[in-house]
């Protein structure tokens, strides 16, 4: 349960509480030549370890594209449709321009046979996995994929069964057979399923669900009636409380340790789709490559906002190898559809902006080529392919208007400007928003129209309903000679964010559900992440101060945490730290320390809130990693937030 997970991160950080206490006895800001020793010996989730631990298995250092047949076809899903739409993407271009994976969700499997346990397809849906002497097999279906210069994806469940047969069991191609046939998902078979489907059939990709673990508890009429055996639920979405999140994680860890034990080239890419549940915001960067925030999107307007929030205040959770996925594309349906096509457009650029995996959900035989053009804008895609790898983040948050700003590999920055709402607005963008100097001319390029403009200090924008504008900007920069932190969240891992007791995060927009509509009390808070480490505020959306001071930029976090920063080329890193102006506790100094590659650098003298801010100036030059750590003598159910602010990499 999520009180085993805080009672160990407690023990954890009482243990370290007397070699803190050393370490704070000669606390200065001055450089410190040798590693704290003490601390290290210790199991101690704040120790520095002098490595980045972003996931780096499997193969997505960019955010995957492609197409995938849930939202087109549901469980209706067959040989022939997605042939279909595997051609299409290669005849438009879209391949080309990086929609490579054809993945195939629910709706495949016929039965798991017994005794032996080996997973049957549905050869009538899928005919060319038949083969010679009765057997099948889905290599004639990934050879064909991978002839046309595409990768295959397959779809599975952590539970026993699969989200078909828990929620949609009346939509067509159900597994068939006795009990245990039906059992179709990796629960107990994980390695002969992940050896079958990578190493024999030639899939690229899996995404896996977990209704299997979520939906067919003992209690569950259909387990009375013996049409499935019962499983005690190890997620509860509505309550983190009530989620066993270690179990969890163990389960999605077992796929990944026999993903690369199949596939020792590390080609693959795991999908994992467990929808914001388990507190997976805190622990899924460091297992799989991309992870669903939220639950299924649907074509309003609503639920995009909905999943668009479960990841615009998260830049700091999603990484080069390990993604943050809001779900997938619903353009070229309902609110986004061809005569709504300034609705499509926003969700386009949005999702491009937050480094979603970009994964068609559309029949492509039906596109038109007013939507293959918005799929397929070339400037577009270059954002959410920029090989810098930076989620956008906010540089203005309102539930009317909000503007992303992303720094590019090569420095420029693309800002997206985007009305939420059904009026029009208007909306004025700063150099500050880009984090350009004031006084220097400024240059945008609209992304969609191709023409530029040029500002001064402050542009205004109109907005109509629904609309967002995707500018790439030029300007000079306001720091000279270095980056902030916050212009590089990918560099940035908060590898421990403070945070004991996971708290649903409220600032995610709840529409109505169109299956529940206003059935039952509401829609509740449900996705970890209140508390989370952020950039440019605090851990709960507060303006960043310490003692008065406001910083416009920085690293908000909760105290005892350790965030780790790979370091390429600079030779200084530079904050003012302390704790923060809207800390509640009070009750405990904090001490601030950087290491470089696991050695001691730097520490503060023991932070009280309400004092000044403490400056660090630390040499970094030929550091790998450096890690950040800010902590309390003796741990703390609910942290302080502390404050780094205008931390920065230099030259």
Not at 515 to 538: H, I, N, S, V
């Amino acid at each position: 349960m999520t009180l085993r997970h805080a009672s160990r991160l407690w023990l954890a950080v009482g243990a370290a509480a007397a070699a803190l206490a050393a370490i704070q006895a000669g606390a200065q800001t001055t450089p410190a030549a040798s590693p704290d020793a003490a601390r290290s010996a210790m199991v101690d989730p704040l120790a520095p370890t002098g490595r980045w631990s972003i996931y780096s298995g499997g193969h997505a250092p960019l955010p995957p594209m492609g197409w995938n047949s849930w939202n087109a076809f549901t469980s209706d899903i067959d040989e022939a449709k997605l042939m279909a739409s595997a051609r299409v993407i290669v005849e438009s271009g879209l391949a080309a321009k990086g929609y490579r994976y054809i993945n195939i969700d629910d709706g495949w499997w016929l039965k798991r046979r017994q005794p032996d346990g080996r997973m049957l397809i549905r050869t009538e849906t899928f005919p060319s996995a038949a083969i010679a002497g009765g057997g099948n097999s889905f290599r004639p279906l990934t050879d064909k994929l991978h002839a046309m210069g595409l990768k295959a994806g397959i779809y599975s469940d952590i539970g026993r069964n699969s989200c078909g047969q828990v929620f949609t069991s009346t939509f067509p191609n159900q597994p068939e057979g006795t009990v245990l046939e039906r059992e179709v998902g990796l629960y107990g078979h994980v390695d002969q399923d992940i050896a079958l489907y990578f190493k024999e059939w030639g899939f690229d990709l899996i995404k896996v669900d977990a209704c299997g673990i979520r939906g067919l508890p003992p209690s569950d009429p259909r387990v009375k009636a013996g049409q499935y055996r019962g499983l005690h639920p190890l997620i509860d979405v509505e309550s983190l409380g009530r989620t066993d999140i270690p179990a969890v994680k163990a389960l999605y860890d077992e796929v990944r340790q026999a993903l690369e034990r199949h596939n020792p080239d590390q080609d693959y890419v795991y999908s994992l789709c467990l929808w914001g549940s388990a507190d997976s915001r805190a622990w899924s960067r460091t297992v799989g490559n991309m992870s669903r925030t939220s639950e299924d999107i649907f074509p309003t307007w609503s639920r995009m906002l909905h999943n668009l929030d479960s990841v615009a205040h998260r830049p700091l959770y999603a990484h080069a190898g390990s993604w943050n996925d809001p779900d997938m594309l619903f353009v070229g349906t309902g609110d986004f559809d061809m005569t709504n096509p300034v609705r499509a457009r926003s969700h386009m650029v949005l999702w491009a902006m937050v480094n979603a995996p970009l994964i068609i959900g559309y029949d492509l035989r039906k596109a038109s080529p007013q939507m293959l053009a918005i799929l397929g804008n070339e400037r577009i895609v270059a954002l959410n392919q920029d090989p810098a790898g930076n989620q956008a983040v906010l540089a203005f948050d309102s539930q009317d208007v909000q503007i992303f700003v992303k720094t590019l590999a090569d420095g420029d920055k693309a800002v997206a400007v985007f009305n939420r709402t059904a009026a029009p607005a208007k909306a004025v963008l700063t150099a500050d928003h880009l984090k350009f100097a004031s006084g220097a001319p400024v240059r945008l390029t609209d992304l969609w129209q191709g023409a530029d403009r040029q500002f001064t200090g402050e542009q205004a924008l109109d907005l109509a309903p629904y609309e967002t504008l995707i500018f790439r900007a030029k300007g000079a920069r306001r720091l000279v000679g270095g980056l902030y932190l916050s212009e590089q969240p990918s560099r940035v891992n908060p590898a421990e964010d403070g945070v004991v007791v996971p708290e649903a995060d409220p600032q995610v927009y709840r529409g109505l559900l169109h299956w529940r509509g206003t059935k039952g009390g509401g829609e509740r808070t449900q996705y970890g992440g209140w508390g989370g480490a952020r950039l440019d505020q605090t851990p709960f959306g507060q303006a960043l101060s310490i003692a008065g001071t406001h910083f416009e930029t920085g690293l908000g976090i909760l105290a005892n945490s350790r965030v780790e920063v790979r370091n390429e080329g600079f030779r200084r890193f530079v904050a003012s730290v302390g704790v923060d102006d809207s800390a509640r506790s009070r009750q405990q100094p904090v001490t601030f320390l950087v290491y470089g590659d696991g050695k001691l650098l730097a520490r503060s003298r023991p932070a009280q809130a309400g004092e000044a801010a403490q400056s660090f100036d630390v040499p970094v030059d030929g550091v790998r990693i450096i890690e950040l750590v800010a902590r309390t003598a003796q741990a703390e159910r609910f942290p302080d937030p502390v404050t780094w602010g205008d931390a920065a990499l230099m030259e």
